[in-house]
């Protein structure tokens, strides 16, 4: 399965939900997959596999997870697929699921199941006709470049009060400042939160640049471990995390010094515990999904490296998927970014040019990101790289993630 999260933020850039993106097959593998008419598994909901698979915690603390249904798996026994609390589900449908009286008293029986319901990809022209679905629905997502936003508040909140309105496919941060400052929209989905913004100041916080000096120090071959322990010894949050990490890795020992703890990880650990916990100190200030991304797209990297025939670069893919977004943690281009890191060329050409062995990693991270699967599909095979070990991969990489923190 190929399967990727959708974060949903509200006004203050903190993610509130995710919408949850699948595939079960190859589509270019098999052809009758593009199909309409054929239909593999056409009644299961493919979404719930990871959720059940994972947990909902996992994705999604303490939010609701959107979930597609189509025009058929609507129909399905959607209760014994769903093994999280209904509550925490929003059945997202598109224009396929038509204002029928059919698809109105389905979409009625599983709002008294206690789910709730979502839709997408209708027009403003629509609106009228699908006035019965809409009084059933608490969410309705809106193309900002479509909709006039002052006006659909009124007709919402006059004809449909109880629904909330989503901004979707935003892809610049100015877009989602002006609407949020605009009012009325509950959520708000697209790119924007991984775009630098630009506020006119370019000054980077001293207490990132000593994190970023600590980077170069652990980023040499050959990193002094007394160096490094001295310089976490000079900040708290540091210290507590590294301690934390420590005491879980050796519980019966006691620890005696930062340099004791660094030395009981050891050189390898120490390099790839600091990076992780630097990017968390980096991002403090940046959306939560910051944070996520970019140590969910390090640890994804790192797994499918074998699968690019890549095993013996895992270590640099990680650094390059973890920075793949430093530009929006330092608030600054990724050249003046990268500039500061003491990285392999290699990494900088993929992150700055796209160019070199691995951006073709890169690339396939941001497909999958984003959902491209056609595009997935076709380096899948260009790559021979199997299904089920991609979705392995990115299974590993939730699972690590959840053991983080």
């Known amino acids: ?39 593999y598994d056409a009644v299961m909901i493919q979404g719930f596999d990871i959720v059940n698979s994972v947990g909902i915690n996992t994705l999604a603390p303490d ?16 209760n014994s697929q769903c093994k999280v ?4 589900i929003a059945l997202l449908m ?28 209708i027009g403003v022209a629509d609106f009228e006709n699908y006035r019965e679905i809409l009084k059933l629905v608490d969410y309705v997502f ?22 909330s309105l989503i901004a979707g496919n935003l892809h610049e941060m100015e877009i989602f400042e002006a609407l949020k400052q605009e009012g009325g929209y509950q959520y708000y989905e697209g790119a924007f939160y991984r775009m630098p913004y630009d506020k006119g100041d370019k000054t980077i916080a001293p207490l990132k640049i000593n994190y970023l000096q600590l980077l170069n120090v652990v980023n040499d071959d050959n990193f002094d471990l007394t160096k490094a322990a001295d310089i976490i010894g000079q900040d708290t949050a540091l210290v507590i995390s590294l301690l934390e990490m420590v ?33 968390r100190q980096l991002c403090s200030d940046k959306p939560s999904e910051i944070t996520r991304i970019s140590l969910l797209r390090a640890k994804f990297a790192e797994s499918i490296a074998p699968l690019f025939g890549m095993k013996f670069f ?41 160019s070199g062995p691995y951006a073709k990693v890169l690339d396939f991270i941001d497909r999958y990101d ?36």
Request: cysteine-free; overall charge neutral.
């Open 1 to 39: 399965m190929l399967a990727t999260l959708i974060p949903l933020f509200d006004e203050n850039m903190q993610v509130r939900a995710y919408s949850l993106f699948s595939q079960k097959k190859n589509m270019l593998e098999d052809p009758l997959y593009l199909g309409t008419a054929v239909h």
């Open 63 to 78: 939010s609701e997870i959107f979930i597609p249904v189509t025009n058929i798996s609507i129909f399905g026994d959607i």
């Open 85 to 88: 609390p209904h509550k925490r």
């Open 94 to 121: 598109d224009n396929y699921i038509t204002p029928e009286s059919s698809y109105v008293d389905r979409i009625r029986d599983l709002k008294r199941d206690g789910y709730k319901l979502a839709i997408r990809k």
């Open 142 to 163: 809106l193309d900002h470049q479509k909709i006039v936003i002052s006006k659909a508040k009124i007709y919402f909140s006059s004809q449909f009060p109880n629904v």
């Open 247 to 279: 005491n879980k890795m050796a519980l019966n020992s006691e620890i005696t010094s930062i340099r004791h703890a660094a030395a009981m990880l050891g050189q390898r650990e120490l390099k790839k515990w600091i990076t992780t916990a630097i990017t």
């Open 314 to 354: 895992a270590q640099e893919l990680f650094l390059m998927g973890l920075f793949s977004v430093i530009d929006i943690m330092l608030d600054t281009t990724m050249e003046n970014a990268l500039e500061m890191i003491n990285i392999s060329k290699n990494i900088k050409s993929a992150l700055i040019s796209h």
């Open 370 to 405: 984003n959902a491209d699967w056609q595009e997935v599909s076709r380096v899948m095979i260009m790559e021979s790289i199997k299904l089920d070990d991609l979705y392995a991969a990115y299974i590993n990489s939730l699972e690590w993630y959840r053991d983080l923190f």
